[in-house]
């Protein structure tokens, strides 16, 4: 099992910035891919970005330049720093994390969430 912990949100006015963290723990062989994905009221759970252990990245369209995705891999860490946020970046921020914690198998985890809400 793998417990996603994040930190980091808040109210931020458009324009600002943030950074999100979320630590992962328990017991697990790897964690292959890791990284944020978010949920705006009436919408569905979309992807922001994603890192592997090889440091393959993934960003939604609409995020890239202004957010960037690291991991640090030795403390199960990874981070999301946004820059230039926009009112339409406002959602509950999701870790999640594909983590093998078994001899064959991953499976997808996810934590609680963090608010982020860009407004003036």
């Known amino acids: 099992q793998v417990a996603l912990v994040e930190s980091g949100g808040g109210l931020v006015q458009p324009g600002g910035s943030l950074r999100l963290s979320c630590a992962a723990s328990?017991?697990?062989?790897?964690?292959?891919?890791m990284g944020w994905y978010r949920q705006a009221p009436g919408k569905q759970r979309e992807l922001v970005a994603t890192k592997t252990l090889g440091g393959t990245t993934d960003y939604a369209d609409s995020v890239k330049g202004r957010f960037t995705i690291s991991r640090d891999n030795a403390r199960n860490m990874v981070y999301l720093q946004m820059n230039s946020l926009k009112a339409e970046d406002t959602a509950v921020y999701y870790c999640y994390a594909y983590a093998q914690t078994t001899p064959l198998y991953e499976f997808d985890y996810w934590g609680q969430g963090t608010q982020v809400t860009v407004s003036s």
């Open positions: 328990g017991s697990f062989y790897s964690i292959n891919r």
